[in-house]
């Protein structure tokens, strides 16, 4: 079983930056796809990105193209979301994720509720 931990969230300015950490335990993130998707109060579960564990497919939402970098390290134990130019309608509860099969680059981006795992996720607050 993967155990994920998420860390970097904050109260941030619009315009501003945060760089979003997720521990694995139990599995490195090679044998998975791993992801993050976000659910601010009241809404529906978003997905933000995606990345196959050995980093030959990436995919964004639209909504964040351009502004998040998802990245892991060389040990595929942590993966990293990198968010710039933030927004208030970014506000969330981001949560990383992990998958066992791959469909296509934007599977679990489209429908995220089908991701196998997820930690307890860590808040982004940004203010206008």
């Known amino acids: 079983e993967v155990q994920l931990v998420e860390s970097g969230g904050g109260l941030v300015q619009a315009g501003g930056s945060l760089r979003l950490s997720c521990v694995a335990s139990?599995?490195?993130?090679?044998?998975?796809?791993v992801g993050w998707f976000r659910q601010a109060p009241g809404k529906e579960r978003q997905g933000v990105s995606e990345?196959?564990?050995?980093?030959?497919?990436?995919y964004y939402a639209d909504s964040v193209k351009g502004r998040f970098t998802i990245s892991n390290n060389e040990g595929l134990t942590t993966v990293y979301l990198q968010m710039n130019s933030l927004q208030p309608e970014d506000t969330a509860v981001y949560y990383c994720?992990?998958?066992?099969?791959?469909?296509?680059?934007?599977?679990?981006?489209?429908?995220?509720?089908?991701?196998?795992?997820w930690g307890q996720g860590t808040q982004v607050t940004v203010s206008s």
């Open positions: 994720a992990v998958a066992e099969t791959y469909y296509n680059e934007s599977y679990y981006t489209s429908r995220p509720y089908e991701w196998t795992y």
């Open positions: 139990g599995s490195p993130f090679d044998d998975f796809i």
């Open positions: 990345m196959s564990g050995w980093g030959a497919s990436i």
